[in-house]
């Protein structure tokens, strides 16, 4: 048995990185965001990647460390508005995007890593998103033909992993770090804590270990992008 | 006269219904949450991957782990499970969500829906509201009657880029509520009035046709 575990994300992904490779990238937001193997991808230099994730960071932190170094060419994301440096670059014809439906985003990475080709959804029909797709009617309702996606690599961040790699996340953290686990072509998972095998409850495991390549403990800042509060009344 | 946001927030919230599983959209569809009526109980999904959201946390709760679709922190309930993207959106495509509440650019009076993108402008993205409003069972709209210039939002046909078509089922706006039909034939009804609003004003500001159920 191989060893999975890498002592940092830079070590984590030498081998597995080359330009125009295509990378799937976990996260909802800034949450449950890979923070560590993003840095470590900028500092590997690599150019022209088209990046599979829900969002696109914020200016100066997650994905928008990639798009200031211009390392990405291509997006497909479902929502890409916290992030100026992003609209500046698109708009300037610097850099492709792809609008995906947000769940149809997360189902493609599930076909995909699941060695399904294609499914049909009602998401999108008759909308611009389904312009130039095969559509189906099944029981008098028309379905749009979408394909799975796989990509080069998949990077993930759980809260807890064990060496055989092993994960599990933590609360809305989870969000795509699941799916994109299983769709890539190899896959880099940094955890919070990293346990012996066999220390996790082999019942409460969201992600075996067979998906992840590459398994690294990391320190996470875990910015939030949205502070609200509910102010305590004064007793 | 006509209702403002927290009235709009107030008469939507009459739609949801004791047991309803359902997911609100940010901006006025969130006020939504502050005004569920006594003896209804509603579980609300976040399509991050949470069922069972909770309100704002106090200062010292906050969890960056814990935030819901619009990227703010929240809280848990007792009854809260989280899950994947790809599990919370068999909840919303596969029809096990009951009610969604959402803004919109424009509606038509065949239930087509324009809330995401304008053409020429810096387009953000539709996130989760294509599988929104094509899985939800019941699809409510929330929104200004009028543009900031004035321009009718209840529209013959859609401008702008749709969102889906034949999705919508109520659409509330700060002049009056509109059943629509969207799988049949029956046209659009005007089901109330806002306080202070006659029939000839929502009739002067509304493109689509419909028929007045007010009687």
């Known amino acids: ?235 | 006269m006509a209702w403002t946001r927290d009235q709009l927030a107030q008469r939507a919230a009459k739609e949801l219904r004791d047991g309803f599983y359902v997911n609100l959209g940010i901006g006025i569809p969130t006020l939504v949450a502050n005004y569920i009526p006594d003896g209804v109980e509603v579980t609300l999904q976040s399509e991050n991957g949470m069922l069972g959201m909770g309100p704002f946390p106090y200062e010292d709760e906050i969890d960056a782990d814990l935030i819901n679709a619009g990227k703010q922190t929240i809280t848990a309930l007792k009854k809260t499970s989280y899950f994947s993207s790809s599990d919370s959106f068999a909840m919303i495509r596969g029809g096990h969500i009951d009610l969604s509440i959402l803004g919109a650019m424009e509606v038509n009076d065949r239930g087509d829906l324009a809330n995401w993108m304008v053409p020429g402008k810096m387009v953000k993205g539709m996130g989760g509201a294509m599988d929104l409003v094509a899985g939800v069972k019941r699809v409510v709209v929330v929104m200004e009657h009028t543009s900031k210039d004035g321009a009718s939002k209840l529209l013959k046909k859609c401008t702008l880029p749709v969102t889906g078509i034949n999705v919508v089922d109520l659409v509330i706006t700060d002049l009056g509520v509109f059943e629509i039909d969207k799988h049949g034939s029956k046209p659009m009804t005007l089901t109330q009035l806002a306080d202070g609003v006659t029939l000839e004003e929502i009739t002067a500001k509304t493109e689509a046709a419909f028929v007045n159920a007010l009687g």
């Open chain 1, 1 to 235: 048995m191989g060893n999975k575990v890498y002592p940092d994300a830079k070590s984590a992904l030498e081998g597995f990185t080359f330009d125009g490779m295509s990378v799937m990238s976990g996260g909802f937001g800034l949450c449950g965001i890979p923070e560590n193997l993003i840095i470590a991808l900028r500092d590997s230099n690599v150019k022209g990647i088209t990046v599979i994730s829900n969002n696109a960071g914020v200016d100066g932190w997650g994905l928008g460390l990639l798009l200031e170094t211009k390392q990405i060419k291509k997006m497909i994301s479902s929502y890409v508005g916290e992030n100026k440096e992003f609209a500046r670059q698109y708009l300037s014809g610097e850099l492709e995007l792809e609008f995906n439906p947000q769940g149809t985003l997360a189902e493609r990475c599930r076909a995909g890593g699941a060695g399904i080709a294609g499914f049909y959804t009602k998401t999108g029909v008759g909308t611009l998103v389904a312009e130039g797709k095969e559509t189906k009617v099944f029981n008098g309702e028309t379905f749009v033909l979408e394909t799975g996606l796989v990509a080069d690599l998949s990077i993930v961040k759980a809260w807890k992993g064990d060496k055989e790699g092993n994960l599990i996340f933590r609360k809305t953290a989870r969000n795509f770090n699941p799916m994109m686990a299983t769709a890539g072509k190899k896959c880099v998972a940094e955890v919070e804590i990293l346990v012996e095998t066999g220390e996790l409850d082999p019942d409460a495991i969201h992600t075996p270990g067979i998906y992840v390549d590459r398994i690294v403990q990391g320190t996470f800042e875990k910015r939030i992008e949205q502070r609200t509060v509910t102010k305590r009344e004064n007793a």
